[in-house]
């Protein structure tokens, strides 16, 4: 809010005094960690930052950021988000949410959010589970799943969170994992810097209600076979060897080749920054689901007007046009009469 | 104008007219206009718009009717009339739905060139009501308005459609003469309001006109009437309706108490038009946003309210179910909030046009938990403003959230409101916390979210952005003072008593309840109490008792939540009392519940407005006297 210098901070000033309550082991540690380390990187201050979440476990998340924070009800954060960036467009708004918080009670606020562009960085924990109510399936549960409340199996198709925020309109989609530290610190990074509504999907594991969700993708022995790191402006390949890559074909169709096959002029080259979100789209369904090769990084990150912005340009230019509001003359707009 | 044949004109002291059209013939128009005119003019006024929720239901059927009912006299008046004495009628089902409101003896002008055999059909008439002498008790005026304001199109050369929708400026023209109204106010309006297509604004000029000079020429009615001015309070009057006036005062609010104004709505009946209204106004720094949903409306209110803003939302009917549990959170967080629910009929989509005050025991009860909510509820469209003023009062001073009950009837209808002077509005300037307000074990000054201002109970209000007192809020129940998760039972019990203390507190910080009693309090045998909109039938039907000589009080609610600390003495005071109420007994439900006085019900669920009549009838009943003796003045003045 001032001119003055940020004060250098340490993970310490962004660490609160409250005992953080997670289960022993949780993905959720390590994407705390990761972010109370950035923060001081960021060059922001921490009265001016906000963590507004929902319910669930990652929803505890701002009672343990040294900031202002709201623990909101189930779903609602995005929305509350909104009405708080868009009045102090001066505050750095994050929202932490879950699979079942933003893509199932909260679905609604999460598209319109992003369709609007509102400045906003969106942290969704995946862990493809309701941890917090123990263990029934989420949104993101993959079909044939068996929970608590699917004895025999879960009859739905999974979201795409990626997907479905590149259907939003949405104009910043990256996806990071929590058993990366450095690559969640730099997708956090970006998604911060970007101007808008700034969607990032987190895999993240549940130890105890659905451990090894993301094992195929993120496990240390898997990462070189699955995980397609997304790179703007290289070509996008993965393997141990970066023997596979991604093609364009003829027919308009992303997928997997052998780079000895087609020859490394052939890949695709990772372009964030394309105005038509077609191919981010397409490079989100390259997999079925976390247990083939993946992306993992950011899919799409173009420029749009910024809701705040926007309507802050509306209210200058009222002003400009009809002066600043003036309460004796509203009240006489209408057309009055006079009793003596 | 005048001519040496014009018809003599006759003075009144009231008329109550209605126009009835289908809802594509521009009643809502022609009424709002003929009132402006009659406000303009001196009179007071009070109007009840009746319209189908249906944009555009079946053409000439009786669910596609809209009407416009006016009151315009010389006198002050508080209803828009309980029964019109004229009716303009533009087809067959206005005529078939609206008669039976109309005074024996009353007065039809109906358009007689929508009088068919396939108009009657679609009205449900056997034949032609004009002829088969069910009308023979009214005073009827047939005139060919459709066929007259096709000829004026077809003079100027206007396509023959265009100059058939220009009808109801014939008739408004036409009413326009019958009441002396002043001509060149409503032609500057039609050359205002029609700037944009100047074809359009011809012909509605052409066809007013036309229907002025068709009264004063066509030698069909014996005389024109007269309502002087009315000897209203000095001072500076608009018109205007409910919800032009809320939207007003959370202007008015928001610049008392120097914050922003941040509206999250959905749009719903009949609550947009105060969406539309702010939306207007940007240049009072106001910020609007239409949500995704009812909930996404109050949640983008509450993290404005978080930011420091002056945070609203409105809604109505099922939008008040959504907001819920939003209202419960932003109790728990103890952040303001105004929640403006403009009442309709229910349940479910109920009845989204038609009026009713049948949110009160939602309002009060309607979240989980124990979670009190101050309840403020304006009496007439002009009183909204002041309710939206003290509602936002409320609200930031006590940090809650504050529910505004107004109701369709309020919202719609409009009366003339005497200016006030913008200095002389309350201050309502808040303080936010700046510094650390506790020292912490270690000796530390930190910042304690859940302190409370001893007087009020209220909790800082502190805003992000100010260095130092970085804190976290959330729906789990808090630790007092520290404002830390605690699920600690003698904590939560705590919690739970000091947001009901703090609510039932703001008793000490509004108005005893004022009873308007001639003979003192405990004077009358009967108190008639209400609240909300039913304020100008009540205040009517007590003047028709006192013209019959006897002795009734009137008391009436602004404050539901809470109470008005004398309204247990005030009831006490009277032998009976009287609740009426636009649903099944809910303020009769609270008091007999809070204050164990046998109070009566009277209630009403056809979503409209009682009528003075009404109750009149009820309170003669219970003071014994016989109703049935010659029929008071409707709205007989103080």
Request: hydrophobic share 40%; net charge negative; charged share 20%.
């Amino acid at each position: 809010m001032t001119d003055t210098q940020v004060p250098v901070t340490t993970r310490k000033d962004w660490t609160s005094d409250q005992e953080v309550r997670w289960c022993p082991g949780c993905g959720d540690y390590s994407i705390l960690a990761a972010v109370q380390m950035l923060m001081p990187e960021l060059g922001v201050r921490r009265e001016s930052t906000v963590f507004v979440s929902g319910i669930g476990c990652a929803a505890r998340f701002p009672y343990y950021m040294d900031t202002y924070g709201m623990h909101s009800i189930h779903g609602r954060a995005p929305a509350i988000a909104t009405g708080l960036a868009v009045t102090r467009p001066d505050l750095d708004v994050w929202v932490v949410t879950g699979d079942g918080d933003a893509l199932s009670i909260g679905g609604n606020h999460l598209i319109h959010a992003l369709r609007r562009n509102v400045n906003l960085t969106i942290l969704l924990f995946n862990n493809q589970i309701y941890g917090l109510t123990k263990g029934q399936y989420s949104p993101t549960s993959e079909l044939g799943k068996v929970t608590k409340s699917t004895p025999f199996g879960s009859l739905e198709t999974p979201f795409n969170p990626v997907s479905l925020a590149l259907g939003a309109e949405a104009t910043f989609v990256a996806r990071t994992h929590d058993m990366d530290r450095k690559h969640m610190q730099e997708t956090f990074r970006r998604a911060h810097e970007h101007r808008g509504a700034a969607f990032v999907e987190i895999y993240q594991n549940c130890n105890v209600f659905n451990d090894g969700a993301f094992e195929k993708i993120t496990g240390r022995d898997a990462r070189a076979d699955n995980l397609i790191p997304l790179v703007h402006g290289a070509p996008i390949r993965f393997g141990a060897d970066a023997q596979h890559g991604v093609v364009l074909g003829p027919d308009g169709r992303l997928r997997i080749c052998a780079v000895s096959e087609v020859g490394e002029e052939a890949l695709l080259v990772h372009d964030e920054s394309r105005e038509d979100p077609g191919l981010a789209f397409q490079l989100s369904r390259l997999a079925a689901g976390p247990y083939e090769p993946t992306p993992i990084g950011v899919f799409r990150a173009v420029e749009r007007p910024e809701y705040a912005d926007a309507m802050a340009h509306q209210l200058l230019e009222a002003n400009e046009r009809k002066g600043p509001g003036d309460l004796a003359g509203l009240l006489t707009s209408g057309g009055t009469w006079t009793v003596e | 104008m005048s001519t040496a044949t014009q018809p003599p004109t006759i003075e009144l002291d009231r008329v109550v007219i209605r126009f009835a059209g289908d809802s594509g013939d521009g009643m809502q128009l022609t009424g709002t206009q003929f009132t402006t005119v009659s406000s303009l003019f001196g009179n007071d006024t009070a109007t009840l718009p009746d319209f189908p929720a249906e944009i555009r239901a079946p053409a000439g059927t009786l669910a596609g009717v809209s009407a416009f009912q006016v009151h315009i006299s010389d006198h002050d008046i508080l209803t828009p009339g309980d029964s019109p004495s004229v009716l303009v009628a533009m087809n067959p089902a206005a005529l078939k739905a609206n008669l039976p409101s109309v005074t024996g003896g009353g007065t039809l002008i109906v358009n007689v060139d929508a009088f068919d055999e396939r108009a009657f059909e679609k009205a449900g008439y056997s034949g032609n009501p004009l002829t088969d002498g069910s009308l023979s008790g009214y005073t009827v005026y047939e005139v060919p308005m459709t066929s007259l304001t096709m000829e004026v199109g077809k003079e100027i050369g206007v396509k023959p459609r265009d100059a058939e929708r220009a009808k109801n400026f014939f008739a408004l023209g036409l009413v326009s003469w019958l009441y002396s109204r002043p001509v060149d106010t409503t032609l500057e309006w039609i050359a205002k309001r029609f700037e944009a297509s100047p074809a359009i604004c011809e012909i509605n000029s052409r066809a007013f006109r036309a229907g002025h000079a068709f009264g004063e020429t066509a030698e069909l009615f014996e005389s024109n009437y007269q309502v002087r001015p009315a000897a209203l309070h000095k001072g500076t009057y608009t018109n205007i309706t409910g919800n032009t006036a809320l939207a007003w005062g959370l202007i008015a609010a928001s610049h008392q108490a120097r914050l922003p104004i941040f509206l999250g709505s959905y749009p719903i009946t009949p609550a947009s038009d105060i969406l539309h209204e702010l939306s207007k106004h940007k240049e009072f720094g106001i910020r609007t946003i239409q949500a995704e949903d009812e909930i996404a409306g109050i949640g983008a209110a509450i993290g404005a309210a978080f930011g420091g803003s002056l945070a609203v939302t409105t809604t109505s009917g099922p939008g008040i179910d959504l907001k819920s549990e939003s209202i419960g959170m932003a109790v728990s967080l103890e952040l303001p909030l105004v929640v403006i629910d403009i009442q309709r009929g229910g349940p479910s989509t109920g009845l989204p046009t038609k009026t009713e005050q049948s949110d009160l025991l939602h309002a009060m009860y309607g979240r989980h938990g124990e979670s009190p909510v101050p309840i403020v509820a304006p009496r007439t469209p002009s009183h909204c403003f002041d309710a939206a003023i003290e509602a936002v009062r409320i609200a930031t001073k006590y940090r809650t959230p504050v529910l505004l009950l107004s109701d369709g009837y309020l919202a719609n209808g409009s009366e003339p409101w005497r200016l006030p002077d913008v200095e002389e509005l309350p201050d309502l300037q808040v303080e936010f916390a700046s510094e650390p307000n506790h020292t912490d074990a270690d000796g530390r000054e930190v910042f304690w979210p859940y302190v409370r201002d001893e007087r009020t109970l209220a909790r800082p209000w502190a805003l992000p952005g100010t260095p130092g007192l970085e804190h976290r809020i959330g729906g789990l129940e808090k630790e007092d003072g520290s404002g830390n998760v605690s699920y600690d039972p003698e904590n939560h019990e705590k919690m739970v008593h000091l947001r009901a203390a703090k609510i039932a507190g703001i008793a000490s910080d509004i108005p005893a309840l004022e009873v308007d009693d001639p003979d003192g309090l405990g004077g009358a045998q009967v108190l008639v109490l209400g609240w909300g909109s039913t304020y100008g039938a009540i205040a009517a039907g007590v003047r028709r008792v006192r013209a019959r000589g006897a002795k009734v009080a009137h008391a009436h609610l602004m404050h539901l939540n809470p109470f008005p600390r004398n309204l247990g003495e005030v009831l006490r005071s009277y032998a009976q009392v009287l609740v009426p109420e636009a649903n099944l007994g809910q303020l009769v439900r609270l008091v007999r519940a809070e204050f164990l006085v046998d109070a009566r019900s009277l209630t009403k669920v056809q979503g409209v407005p009682f009528r003075a009549a009404q109750i009149e009838e009820a309170v003669l009943e219970m003071l014994g006297v016989d109703s049935n003796t010659s029929e008071a003045e409707e709205d007989v003045a103080s």
